[in-house]
């Protein structure tokens, strides 16, 4: 039996595991796919397609104002993990940052890696693309950025990686070619040759797709920066995004360093109760359906878009556990060791289809919290 297992292996489901595993919980995490992180941008939203401030979103989520403490203490606690796992997060949400996406639109985060910089109202920007992508268009994200900093002045160019494939190249592909210090080396020799050709000075920004390396991202955006003296930034857009596989294979890199048992490929198809509380979770693997106990569980299966709801013509329903809901998705009865987070708690938590990173990061604190007031005979559901 473990103390801890969570269902879902997102943003919110490996946060989870790991903060679980601070606690001391013997912990399992069962996941159908591979987790909604790699179709993610990378940075955490405050709220999704809305630059608006700390105070409506803390409206629209229906948030006390006590919970502002426990949201900068999930801040905090996720900073110092990614700061540990070598990939660090800056930002606050009180302040949101204006950055370009791989489309040249300005959107507001409240946390993004280091490998993003903020975009100014003025000075120059140069966006550079690379001729084996498709998926990123330098004039066309010139274009639409010119729109939205109208005092910016922005040149673009492409260059190639001198790498050919069979298939359509991704921006991930990129990045691992760009994980190579001589391939390195020649990009930034043709974008020096490319500015000199055109008569393009020195800017404050070089905009690049979300490629700047992989493994070796440090390496790659400090080489970029230092040889072509000044700030670089990814601009992240359609997945996958480097910005996001780098989050998603940390986590889950420490995840299974820090003794997460994983049950992969695996389906939860109900759940074994006892009064209130759930006893067990039926699990298919490969055809075999058996039981996995724990004492608490957390759901993190993401809303519609993550699979976690279901849309009927009779409403929304639950596809995991096959919960009784309400019509927006909360669960009518709630079970006392269950902890929904992200969002699994219904679908009035969800902006344009999703919930948002700072969100996510809130209820996945708060469910541990209540896992350890739990544990020391604290209440249940935080």
Not at 109 to 114: D, F, G, M, R
Not at 137 to 142: A, E, K, T
Not at 249 to 254: A, F, G, Q, Y
Not at 336 to 346: D, E, I, T
């Amino acid at each position: 039996m473990y103390d801890v297992v969570v269902i879902g292996q997102g943003l919110s489901g490996m946060l989870s595991a790991i903060w679980a595993r601070e606690e001391g919980c013997r912990t399992a995490l069962v996941t159908t796919g591979a987790g909604k992180i790699m179709q993610s941008t990378g940075v955490m939203d405050l709220i999704p397609g809305s630059d608006g401030n700390l105070n409506e979103w803390m409206g629209i989520y229906h948030l006390g104002s006590w919970q502002q403490s426990r949201l900068n203490d999930a801040i905090r606690k996720f900073k110092t993990l990614m700061n540990r796992l070598g990939y660090p997060y800056k930002g606050e949400p009180q302040d949101l940052i204006p950055i370009v996406t791989g489309s040249g639109r300005i959107k507001h985060t409240a946390l993004y890696p280091e490998t993003i910089s903020p975009v100014t109202e003025e000075g120059s920007a140069v966006v550079v693309g690379f001729n084996e992508l498709t998926d990123f268009q330098p004039l066309f994200i010139r274009k639409n950025l010119q729109k939205e900093r109208p005092l910016l002045s922005i040149d673009s160019i492409r260059i190639h990686l001198g790498k050919y494939s069979q298939r359509l190249m991704t921006q991930l592909d990129a990045a691992r070619l760009l994980d190579q210090r001589d391939i390195r080396t020649d990009c930034i020799g043709q974008i020096k040759k490319q500015m000199a050709q055109k008569q393009i000075g020195r800017p404050d920004l070089f905009i690049f797709p979300a490629s700047l390396g992989e493994d070796e991202w440090k390496e790659t955006v400090g080489q970029f920066h230092s040889e072509l003296r000044a700030k670089v930034t990814e601009a992240p857009g359609m997945p996958p995004n480097a910005t996001a596989i780098r989050l998603n294979d940390r986590l889950k890199r420490e995840a299974i360093r820090s003794g997460v048992r994983f049950y992969a490929d695996t389906t939860v198809v109900g759940a074994n109760m006892d009064g209130e509380e759930i006893k067990s979770l039926r699990i298919k693997t490969s055809g075999r359906v058996s039981n996995l106990s724990g004492k608490q569980f957390i759901l993190a299966t993401g809303g519609v878009l993550g699979g976690g709801f279901e849309i009927t013509p009779e409403g929304i329903k639950e596809s995991a556990l096959h919960l009784e809901t309400d019509s927006s998705g909360v669960m009518a009865r709630l079970p006392v060791n269950l902890y929904p987070v992200g969002a699994s708690k219904g679908v009035q938590m969800i902006c344009h289809g999703i919930v948002g990173g700072v969100y996510t990061l809130l209820s996945t604190y708060e469910a541990v919290c209540g896992l350890r007031q739990s544990v020391t005979g604290g209440v249940g559901n935080a």
